[in-house]
């Protein structure tokens, strides 16, 4: 009867650190993993005018490899996380903005991911404007798992970035209204780095209803950033996910 005891004791020992060291692997798994997560959607906050923040910045744990995208709260400003680090952007005047290193903000609607490993390829240069950018990702990427994150570094010979200004306390019902103070800025000859998102199945959530990319634009020297939205591009390297 004790021997007997002693071997279901073991038995039970066995079993239970067998689970745990699956637990564990499992959890490992998962802080590699490359997954889009959506917060949010673009067309709740054009047609139904919800501004607020769905999500803090600051709450967004696991900081490493992160990459991220949207507007902020109450249409104020842009956001971009590049490797790890959030940038805030918001207007000045007309001809200046404001790029400040921050993870103290809130979005409307936002796109995320973890990416540590990057596969580097050389875009054509016959690539020049952002629908021939789109049409060369999507082409190389037929058999990649949608939606992904994925960066561009290079040059812009002449670019258009906005940022979202709306007035405090107006209302938004529609795309028109929601631009209601937007600002465009115009770059000439700047060496950039761009986040962007790619899926065929988000527009309206976080692409726009023409695109199946949502782009953000920041100076390498980090004094201009925005949403991207016509560039001549010049000497590309893009960076897709390593699965």
């Known amino acids: 009867m004790k021997v007997h005891f002693v071997k279901s004791i073991v038995l039970l020992l066995t079993i239970s650190l067998f689970s745990c060291n699956n ?49 902020e709260s109450y249409l104020t400003g842009e956001i971009l996380i590049m490797e790890g680090k959030s940038y805030v952007s918001r207007v000045v005047t007309d001809s200046t903005m404001l790029v400040k290193a921050t993870y103290n903000t809130a979005a409307p609607f936002f796109v995320y991911a973890n990416v540590i490993e990057w596969e580097t390829i050389k875009v054509p240069t016959k ?15 037929k058999e990649a798992k949608r939606p992904f994150a994925f960066k561009v570094s290079g040059k812009v010979s002449e670019a258009v970035i906005h940022i979202q200004n709306l007035p405090k306390g107006a209302s938004v019902s529609s795309p028109e209204e929601a631009h209601q103070g937007q600002i465009d800025y115009n770059l000439i000859d700047e060496a950039i780095d761009i986040v962007g998102f790619f899926s065929t199945e988000h527009k309206a959530i976080f692409t726009h209803h023409d695109s199946f990319m949502h782009l953000h634009l920041i100076s390498k020297d980090k004094s201009k950033m925005g949403h991207l939205d016509s560039a001549v591009f010049e000497d590309l390297t893009l960076y897709l996910p390593r699965n």
């Open 23 to 71: 637990t564990k692997e499992k959890s490992v798994s998962h802080t590699s993993d490359t997954d889009v997560q959506v917060i949010g959607a673009m067309k709740d906050v054009m047609w139904k005018g919800e501004l607020q923040g769905k999500i803090s910045l600051d709450t967004i744990k696991n900081k490493i490899g992160l990459y991220g995208i949207g507007p």
């Open 127 to 141: 690539v020049k404007d952002m629908l021939a950018l789109e049409q060369f990702i999507d082409s190389i990427t």
